[in-house]
């Protein structure tokens, strides 16, 4: 068969998609991808394992005050779309049955595999649908899993630098690996490759922002064979660009993650209500497949990887998908506009919000775009002078958020984006006025979302992952909270305005206190010198780039409940602290204080961490500013200090 038709084959319970290139089978009408041919090899999935475990859709689910329920999204019904020399598309559905609404997902599904003359790979995406009159019930994560050749694919990419040669599933058993007290994390004590012994290998070490990722996959030997996971766009993920998702892990696994609660908690389900209609497409993203013989061209297969992603977000929105549920361009508008910061203690004038964060979200509150999860979400970043264009939006009625690296808090406009097809929408100039009250007396750290900057401790020798070693990412590694005790093992931590410094001095992390073999509340001092007090309410900003289940406390130089200014009870789910993640849902708090709590001259304030009896627990700070009254006399006055 020549490579510029694509031949489709049913093949008893099978049916095989073929462009000469790539050739697909998959089990009918289930939907399960039971086998990828590609450069040689007969199947780069790992055919050992069912059928139903290779490469597949699940999901996790709850009815309204039920248990967690994880299943397999298969299709009852196998049906060819389109069928061409130029294209194959077909579908695997699934329809909700209301009869047994007591037990089963309250949804209809529609997986559909498209595959090209001409193309090294080949595109995925399901329709969710939900009938009008179904029952409640949340929906917390669903994604499409790729299971490769165990003996085959042992190198795994994500990054420029995070690459490395991964353990073997053998590894994580016990008779060669031992548990740590996360589950998920396991110390390689006997591994098959003896260069991996000592380090802890745990599948949210590879976690990425969406806005961060877009490739990953594996390098395959003999022959050199390489499986990416592409997305040409985030639209259809939840949580918007700076939500963490899972890429890679030991299997050899390769995941296209679409919808899920990690870093977040439950606070981004999607709960459908009693009756509530609902329909998602989510994707197409792209398996690419490339190939050499050359062993020194394995890295440039990586590159490689790299410029299909561009390409492919170049086609974004396809033109070639079949469903009238997926909008091509013509049938999507655009916004453009102009970000401003105005932040009188900054500057008189308006600040062009450099490379700041502009999206469209139907998130109807400041921030709550994180949350957000039934929806579709448009993301752009602004250049050096504010400006913006969100290109390829879905037809719809949005809120126009963002927010600025180096300003506290979330930016929503107070009017609606109506986008419809076609339309360019001019949104002109856009002003964001950070919360403040009055001029800075002082502040920790650089307000970006994440407790990037601040101080991350070198790993116990006994837990270390090589590839975060000399790493920017040296959160990543396994066991950084009992760090905190070890690197202030006789008192918890004291911070000095003006003397200490937030890289070395600030522990990124707000953990409990290892005493012996318990976990205790810590409390963190930051002092500092005010050489006049003012008439009026001081303001503490804390943004909180993660929490949880943290109870928090904040008193003024005095620890009696007369002195405490905040408290906040369990705090967070993010669970960013074991799973490696330096941040999770942003928070932003707004404490007074009064006058009378402060002193001309020394000062203290103490941040409580006040829940004991949990390792994992913790808060991620941001940034903090005390904020001084809000008056004229009083900023000359601190002006002059």
């Not at 690459?163 to 110390?187: A, F, H, N, T, Y």
């Amino acid at each position: 068969m020549g490579k510029g038709k694509v031949r489709l084959t049913n093949q008893g319970p099978y049916v095989l998609l073929d462009n000469g290139l790539v050739r697909l089978t998959i089990l009918k009408p289930q939907g399960y991808l039971t086998g990828i041919k590609y450069g040689g090899m007969d199947n780069i999935l790992d055919f050992k394992s069912n059928e139903s475990n290779r490469g597949y859709w699940d999901i996790n689910w709850n009815l309204l005050g039920g248990q967690d329920r994880y299943q397999s999204v298969n299709g009852a019904e196998y049906s060819v779309i389109h069928n061409s020399n130029d294209k194959l598309e077909i579908s695997f559905r699934s329809s909700y049955d209301s009869s047994n609404e007591a037990t089963k997902l309250p949804l209809s599904f529609d997986i559909r595999y498209i595959l090209s003359s001409g193309v090294s790979g080949f595109h995925c995406y399901a329709i969710y649908e939900r009938p009008a009159g179904s029952p409640a019930f949340d929906l917390a994560q669903t994604r499409m899993v790729f299971k490769l050749r165990r003996d085959k694919f042992h190198y795994m990419a994500i990054t420029d630098e995070k690459q490395r040669v991964m353990p073997m599933p053998e590894d994580l058993l016990p008779d060669r690996g031992k548990q740590r007290i996360v589950p998920e994390s396991v110390l390689l004590v006997n591994p098959i490759n003896p260069d991996l012994k000592g380090e802890v290998d745990d599948k949210y070490q590879y976690s990425m922002d969406n806005k961060d990722g877009g490739v990953h996959g594996w390098i395959g030997s003999g022959p050199i064979i390489e499986f990416w996971v592409i997305f040409p766009s985030n639209e259809f993920r939840n949580g918007g660009p700076t939500k963490q998702n899972l890429t890679v892990h030991t299997g050899p696994t390769c995941l296209a993650m679409f919808h899920g609660t990690h870093y977040i908690g439950d606070d981004i389900l999607a709960q459908f209500r009693e009756g509530e209609a609902w329909r998602k497409v989510f994707g197409p993203f792209f398996v690419y497949l490339n190939s050499t013989s050359n062993v020194s061209d394995a890295y440039n297969l990586w590159n490689d990887a790299k410029n299909q992603r561009l390409l492919e977000e170049a086609a974004w929105p396809y033109g070639f998908v079949s469903s009238p549920y997926y909008l091509n361009t013509k049938e999507r508008g655009s916004t453009t506009g102009r970000l401003f910061v105005q932040d009188r203690f900054v500057s008189e004038s308006l600040i062009p919000a450099k490379k700041a964060y502009v999206g469209l979200s139907t998130a109807r509150t400041e921030g709550a775009w994180q949350i957000e999860s039934k929806d579709y979400q448009f993301w752009v970043e602004t250049d050096s002078n504010g400006n913006f264009t969100i290109k390829n939006v879905i037809p719809g009625v949005y809120g126009l958020h963002g927010w600025v690296p180096g300003f506290i808090g979330d930016y929503l406009d107070n009017i609606l984006v109506t986008i419809s097809v076609g339309s360019e929408t001019q949104q002109g100039n856009l002003t964001y006025v950070p919360i403040r009250d009055g001029p800075t007396i002082w502040e920790i750290g650089f307000p970006d979302r994440t407790a990037i900057g601040s101080y991350v401790p070198d790993v116990n020798p006994m837990y270390v992952n090589k590839l975060f070693v000399n790493s920017p990412e040296k959160f990543r590694q396994y066991g950084l909270w009992d760090r905190y005790t070890d690197v202030h093992p006789e008192s918890d931590q004291s911070f000095t305005i003006g003397i200490s410094d937030f890289k070395k001095d600030w522990f990124f992390a707000h953990v409990d206190r290892r005493v012996a073999d318990k976990y205790t509340p810590s409390i963190w001092t930051t002092k500092f010198i005010l050489n006049s007090v003012t008439n009026g309410t001081y303001k503490l900003r804390l943004a909180i780039a993660s929490a949880t289940r943290s109870d928090l406390q904040v008193y003024v130089n005095d620890m009696n409940e007369e002195y405490m200014v905040f408290q906040v009870m369990n705090l967070g789910a993010d669970n960013a602290v074991c799973r490696h993640g330096i941040h999770g849902l942003y928070r932003l708090f707004s404490v007074d204080i009064s006058l009378s709590l402060l002193l001309k001259g020394d000062n203290s304030m103490f941040l409580v961490q006040a829940r004991g009896g949990d390792a994992l627990c913790g808060i991620l700070y941001d940034y903090l500013r005390l904020e001084a009254p809000a008056s004229s006399a009083n900023s000359k006055q601190l002006e002059e200090l």
